[in-house]
């Protein structure tokens, strides 16, 4: 079993930037961030498996970078030039085996961390 927690939500104004981190507690070939907005469902946001490979939701490509801390089983979501339609709960998850792509199912996920983006 693997626990995940996020940190780094909070409130931005459009433009701003925030860095979300997710500690985890054991290894996992894939890790990703996911958020879901009120009203709406959840959706990926990007991945990055054991070697380093991300893939991006094309809504965030360019402005958000997906990395990890392997030795640390950390993973981090360094978002910038936030827009009002980011504004989700952030959620981190973990994939214990290979296939990282946004339609694989997530063994583990953490309770989630809020980002505002409001003027």
């Known amino acids: 079993q693997v626990q995940l927690m996020e940190s780094g939500g909070g409130s931005v104004q459009p433009g701003g930037s925030l860095r979300l981190s997710c500690q985890g507690s054991?290894?996992?070939?894939?890790m990703g961030w996911f958020r879901q907005a009120p009203g709406k469902e959840r959706e990926a946001v990007a991945l990055i498996d054991t070697w380093g490979l991300t893939t991006y939701a094309g809504s965030v490509k360019g402005r958000f970078t997906i990395s990890r801390d392997r030795t640390k089983k950390t993973l981090f979501l360094q978002m910038n030039s936030l827009k009002t339609e980011d504004t989700a709960t952030y959620f981190c998850a973990a994939r214990q085996l290979s296939g990282c792509t946004f339609s694989s199912s997530y063994d583990y996920w953490g309770l989630g961390t809020q980002v505002t983006v409001a003027s």
């Open positions: 054991g290894w996992t070939w894939c």
